[in-house]
């Protein structure tokens, strides 16, 4: 439970004949991760295996079933079966219907995109159009001429022009338009004229008619092709709905082809056998040992051996099923080490607590308790769920400490705060001793000391887990030393002032030079721990005050929940003490507005709240694990357990 | 002449004074940390959203190193709630 799942180290060495024989029934088991294989210069004529003879037809294939699935818009990964398809089946639909389908999507997809080029072309000749349409000349007259010269273009206004020409001038269009036909011997003074006027020459389209017709007609094409694209698209959603199941299928069981003809990639082989090193857990490892002699009747060896270095160890969780979701937000630190303490369940108690103490509302908590079980339907990812069910227990710890801090979106329950008081004197609402701050303080940093000795003392399990002989010794006696340090620190404390909640030693017995007997024994204490500490590295004693700044940070844990508080009792004094209520007293049809404009505030405001409440709740509570807590003795590094073989979601053997 | 009804108003005066003075230090407290923090976060959170445009995966770990300066405005925060009350 506190410990990473056991592993046991197995060899295998078979004929290459009964290769694929093996492959197959490891991937079933789905248990045996692959130690890869590195050829090493002395690897004693031990080279890395060539993939099975159908490795490239099937990924030939795969790579068909996932143009199709691109082209019409299946993505595997969010696609829910309604049942399993026998894999025999798949495979017969591979031979006989996979290239007709993949005919069919292929001429839609490449007409689609025909149509698509041909859409364009019609919208820039369309554009092109457009200014000619203000003047009211048809096209064929722009060109053709011997002595003349056309202007056509955009001109910022229109000009005055003194030789003989024809002019037509509009301004309905952007840029306005203007045209100009003069003889030739007039075009450098006209071309003059216009430049000065910021004239932009436009292209005479190659079309003949009149514009207005011209453009209408292109319209019209763009829409006949749109319909035309539709009815492509629409075609592909019908092959979607009729071939998805089947394709989605195909993908995975090709994938699942691919993956074990492509397995030889990671075994050593000689000329006649192959060698294959992995990890399987060990109440796991007799099945598969057994599995695997039955199928080679025999013609297999097995050798289990010794787990010299636990670096390479893949790493498991073995952790009863309510703690499994708090796994991602240990990985998002690091995974474990394989001789490592697994802190996942300490996490699963502490983390709720926090996030509690910070968030404690009723309110709050029912909101998110909420949100948590009704946005698992809609999240579908396995890192979503988890992060879901994490939230749902924050919030069910989150109402219990309402319950106990008496809080309710911001005000109190019909009942005393059952431990200390958080309520603020916002808005007149002040209950007899207002908030109780410093109390509330004392007891955060009861829970930082507390939580931050519990990381010292697995900081000393780990230690003898994780290291060897004289240094394991010297780790251990370290960490005993930091808590030394801190306690002693808090002796000499206690000593000399006396605090609320925590034990007044002031009237201790003087012993020497105004020192009474607990700082003195405060006094020593810190001395040992310092030289503890330094025995192992004399460096560390530059990190002695983080023992002070680590024990001050769980005040965060009052802190972020008071400011929670006072933007929950504002919310509620501006809504309703300061809009709402005096609106109330005398209905005017302007007070209705008022109270709906309240109504929303109060909504906004306690929705800004409950945002702010997860993630001032969930990072800080995160980060006192993190940075706080893992610190004093967490590793972490270790190889994640991929075993070989994949779940099959839409296909069954 | 001592006017003693002046002096009872100066020590009114005095007390709302020193009011004003705890209300003004935990105003700076919180005011003062906060800035602190803004700027620490500032250069970690840019360089976040970059590592995350880089590679999504760093996304929790990123996050998490952004609020890391937040402990800076938490020690305001409880400095001015001790002043407070």
């Known amino acids: 439970m506190l410990w990473p799942e056991r592993m046991r180290r197995l060899l295998i060495a078979a004929p290459k004949s009964e290769i694929k024989t093996i492959i197959k029934e490891l991937y079933r088991h789905k248990v045996y991760h692959i130690e890869d294989f590195v050829p090493e210069s002395e690897s004693g004529g031990l080279s890395i295996g060539h993939p099975l003879p159908e490795a490239s037809s099937a990924a030939e294939t795969l790579i068909k079933v996932r143009a199709i699935e691109n082209a019409c818009g299946i993505d595997p990964a969010r696609f829910e079966a309604r049942m399993k398809i026998p894999a025999s089946r798949v495979r017969e639909m591979i031979r006989t219907d996979l290239s007709a389908i993949q005919k069919e999507v292929e001429d839609l997809v490449n007409s689609r995109s025909k149509l698509e080029t041909l859409k364009k072309e019609h919208e820039q000749r369309a554009r092109e159009l457009e200014p000619f349409t203000a003047i009211p000349l048809d096209l064929e007259f722009y060109r053709g001429y011997r002595g003349f010269t056309v202007f056509a273009g955009h001109i910022s206004h229109d000009v005055k022009i003194d030789v003989p020409h024809e002019k037509y001038f509009s301004d309905k269009v952007t840029g306005n338009m203007i045209v100009v036909v003069v003889q030739n011997e007039h075009q450098e003074e006209v071309e003059r004229i216009l430049l000065n006027a910021g004239f932009q020459a436009l292209a005479i389209p190659e079309e003949n008619g009149a514009p207005t017709d011209r453009l209408q007609a292109h319209l019209d094409e763009i829409r006949r092709i749109d319909d035309e694209i539709a009815a492509i698209n629409q075609k592909l959603a019908e092959i979607r709905e009729k071939h998805a199941e089947l394709l989605v299928a195909c993908d995975e069981l090709l994938t699942a082809d691919v993956e074990r003809a492509e397995a030889p990639l990671r075994f050593a082989t000689t000329e006649e056998t192959f060698i294959s090193e992995g990890w399987v857990p060990d109440d796991r490892a007799d099945e598969i040992r057994e599995a695997l002699e039955r199928v080679t009747n025999g013609r297999i060896y097995i050798e289990e051996l010794e787990i010299e270095d636990d670096s390479r160890v893949p790493v498991e969780y073995d952790n009863p099923s309510f703690a499994t979701p708090t796994q991602l937000l240990v990985d998002l630190y690091a995974r474990p080490r394989y001789s490592e303490l697994d802190p996942t369940l300490l996490v699963t108690i502490v983390f709720p607590i926090f996030f509690g103490l910070i968030l404690g509302d009723v309110g709050y908590g029912a909101i998110l308790l909420a949100m948590s079980l009704g946005l698992r339907k809609f999240l579908k990812g396995e890192g979503m769920r988890s992060l879901l069910k994490v939230l749902s227990y924050a919030s069910v710890s989150s109402i219990v400490f309402g319950v106990l801090y008496s809080e309710f979106l911001g005000y109190s329950l019909p009942w005393e705060a059952l431990i200390f008081s958080r309520h603020l004197n916002i808005g007149g609402h002040a209950t007899a001793h207002g908030p109780q701050v410093v109390e509330l303080l004392l007891l955060a940093i009861w829970i930082g000391i507390l939580h931050v000795t519990l990381g010292r003392v697995l900081g000393m399990a780990n230690a003898r887990r994780l290291y060897h002989g004289k240094h394991a010794t010297k780790a251990v006696i370290a960490n005993a030393g930091w808590i030394g340090v801190m306690w002693g620190i808090l002796l000499m404390i206690w000593s000399l002032f006396p605090i609320p909640l925590m034990p007044n030693l002031t009237g201790l017995p003087v012993l020497f030079m105004g020192l009474n007997t607990s700082a003195v024994v405060g006094a020593i204490l810190i001395l040992m721990g310092v030289i503890g500490i330094a025995q192992e590295n004399v460096l560390e004693i530059v990190e002695l005050p983080t023992i002070i700044s680590h024990v001050l940070s769980y005040a965060r844990l009052v802190a972020v929940g008071l400011s929670s508080v006072a933007i929950a009792m504002m919310v509620n004094y501006l809504a309703i003490g300061m809009i709402i209520e005096p609106q109330l007293e005398a209905i005017t049809p302007i007070g209705v507005i008022a109270i709906i404009f309240g109504v929303l505030l109060f909504v906004l405001g306690h929705l800004l709240n409950t945002a702010l409440g997860i993630l001032g709740g969930g990072l800080h509570s995160l980060r006192l694990h993190y940075v706080e807590f893992f610190t004093k003795f967490y590793k972490g590094g270790g190889i994640k357990y991929k075993p070989f073989g994949k779940r099959s979601k839409f296909t069954e053997e | ?85």
């Open chain 2, 1 to 85: 002449m001592v006017d003693f009804g002046t002096a009872e108003v100066t020590l009114e005066m005095v007390q709302a004074s020193q009011l004003g003075m705890k209300a003004f230090s935990a105003a700076l407290a919180v005011g003062l940390t906060g800035l602190a923090s803004a700027i620490a976060e500032m250069t970690i959170g840019s360089a976040a959203v970059g590592a995350t445009a880089e590679n999504r995966d760093v996304f929790g770990l990123v996050l998490l190193l952004t609020v890391i300066p937040e402990t800076i405005v938490i020690f305001g925060l409880v400095v001015a709630l001790l002043l407070m009350f």
